[in-house]
């Protein structure tokens, strides 16, 4: 009897965490394409300083398989004063199902995942577009 209702319990905690990631990755969507939009019009006022940098790997119709850089500006524009933060993700952005997914490229290299990895790593993601959209 303990046993099936702890298998009951697992089966549950599973089917929740996978609807928060589909909730997650839905979120990270819409709120990366508004990001999108505010930066490509010039709405957000730290732009001067940093901007994003988008290097496709794949894109298509449906899917978009690209690489996120952050790059920063000192004190003045010259080029002896800009750098650029490399992160080890790859961004899954899917415009059909309107979902955006991350993955660690130790993650795509092993093929081993645990979802909670992957809540950690888009949560990550979502509270960084809520900062960048707050500034």
């Known amino acids: 009897m303990y046993k099936a209702a702890s298998y009951k319990e697992k089966n549950e905690l599973k089917l929740m965490n996978f609807t928060h990631l589909m909730s997650i990755y839905e979120s990270n969507y819409f709120n990366f394409k508004s990001l999108l939009k505010r930066v490509n019009t010039g709405n957000v006022s730290s732009i001067q300083h940093s901007s994003i940098v988008i290097r496709d790997i794949h894109h298509d119709k449906h899917t978009r398989i690209f690489k996120l850089f952050h790059k920063f500006r000192y004190q003045n524009n010259e080029s002896m004063n800009t750098f650029s933060i490399k992160p080890h993700l790859i961004f899954y952005m899917y415009n059909d199902a309107k979902l955006l997914e991350v993955k660690s490229l130790r993650e795509n290299r092993t093929f081993e995942n645990s ?4 809540i950690r ?6 509270y960084w577009i809520k900062s960048y959209d707050n500034q």
């Open 115 to 118: 979802i909670q990895e992957k």
């Open 121 to 126: 790593l888009n949560l990550d993601l979502f």
